[in-house]
């Protein structure tokens, strides 16, 4: 039986890279991968762009209105599917999350999804809360904070100053905003010294891999 997989992570832990080695190694094989991505992830345009430089063009952007079971089974119509490999997952809908798991179940096709569990302000993206729902397997994607710890948590900076406050969705494709993945301590610390109110009940290491 296929299965839904997640796996995610703070930024600058190896995502994107990841995904485009799975879909090297399905092609190495003779077999053939869709690469999807949301259309809100501007950065890259319709590629997906690893922070080593390798890049890649997607099949298909997925965008607020498309549903993720028609694309699928267009996608079917024209091809054999060994795997469905998602890009910055956390962007997708409750609805879409819910379709590419009805659409796993039934064409039996594995779909492994690559996205943040959290955005800046430490709450869950809708799609990454699904995900976490629905999915057959968990899988943590490991970084470091600049302290040495398992960065967990992921910092807004604009101009260079930890900002707390405005829209979960800003890409990083301005000179302006930036973001760095910190640990659950460093988070904090960054919280306090901005001002800002702290997250009394922050877990550091939340045990979320499933097999």
Do not use: W
């Not at 949301?38 to 965008?63: H, N, Q």
């Amino acid at each position: 039986m296929a299965k839904l997989y997640f796996r995610y992570g703070a930024m600058n832990s190896g995502k994107s890279t990841l995904l485009l080695q799975v879909a090297y190694n399905y092609e190495e094989r003779g077999m053939q991968v869709l690469l999807l991505k949301p259309g809100i992830d501007t950065k890259g345009g319709d590629e997906i762009v690893s922070r080593l430089g390798v890049r890649r063009p997607v099949d298909r952007i997925i965008t607020p209105d498309t549903d993720c079971r028609v694309l699928l089974d267009e996608e079917m119509k024209k091809r054999h599917l060994d795997c469905i490999l998602i890009d910055e997952a956390q962007f997708l809908s409750v609805t879409q999350v819910d379709q590419l798991f009805a659409a796993v179940m039934d064409a039996d096709i594995p779909c492994i999804c690559y996205g943040l569990r959290s955005d800046f302000q430490g709450e869950g993206f809708p799609g990454s809360r699904r995900l976490l729902e629905l999915s057959h397997s968990l899988e943590e994607l490991k970084t470091i904070c600049q302290c040495g710890r398992k960065a967990v948590m992921n910092i807004r900076r604009v101009n260079g100053a930890p900002v707390f406050e405005g829209d979960q969705v800003v890409i990083d494709d301005s000179a302006t905003v930036e973001y760095e993945a910190v640990c659950g301590q460093c988070y904090l610390e960054a919280r306090r010294a901005a001002g800002c109110v702290p997250l009394e009940h922050l877990e550091e290491d939340i045990p979320l891999t499933r097999q």
